[in-house]
């Protein structure tokens, strides 16, 4: 079993950047596909990107590609989404996920099996 816990919100200016980390107990964490989602005050949660257990290309929603990147460090059992170019829209509470199949669609409709307590993240304008 693996448990998550999300670190590095805040407030931010809009155009700034911030790191969330998401750091994971449990000896299987390298085999685990470990993402993001948010949400955002009165939105549903959204996909924000995931990265299979294996590393390779992460998968992004539309709304941050080209500005959140994620990567892990399976030594250190921690993911990370570093976000860039921030806007005020990226205001939420974001929220590590982690599931054992590697399957993206799984992601998309947000049917993981692990979260964490989430990180709220504040952007000002």
């Known amino acids: 079993q693996v448990q998550l816990v999300e670190s590095g919100g805040g407030l931010v200016q809009a155009g700034g950047s911030l790191r969330l980390s998401c750091a994971a107990s449990?000896?299987?964490?390298?085999?685990?596909?470990m993402g993001w989602f948010r949400q955002a005050p009165g939105k549903e949660r959204e996909f924000v990107g995931v990265?299979?257990?294996?590393?390779?290309?992460?998968y992004y929603a539309d709304s941050v590609k080209g500005r959140f990147t994620i990567s892990r460090d399976n030594g250190k059992n921690t993911v990370y989404l570093q976000m860039n170019s921030l806007k005020p829209e990226d205001t939420a509470v974001y929220y590590c996920?982690?599931?054992?199949?590697?399957?993206?669609?799984?992601?998309?409709?947000?049917?993981?099996?692990?979260w964490g307590q989430g990180t709220l993240v504040t952007v000002s304008s």
């Open positions: 990265i299979m257990w294996s590393g390779g290309m992460p």
């Open positions: 996920a982690a599931d054992s199949r590697m399957v993206v669609s799984l992601w998309y409709t947000g049917n993981v099996g692990l």
């Open positions: 449990g000896r299987t964490f390298s085999s685990y596909a």
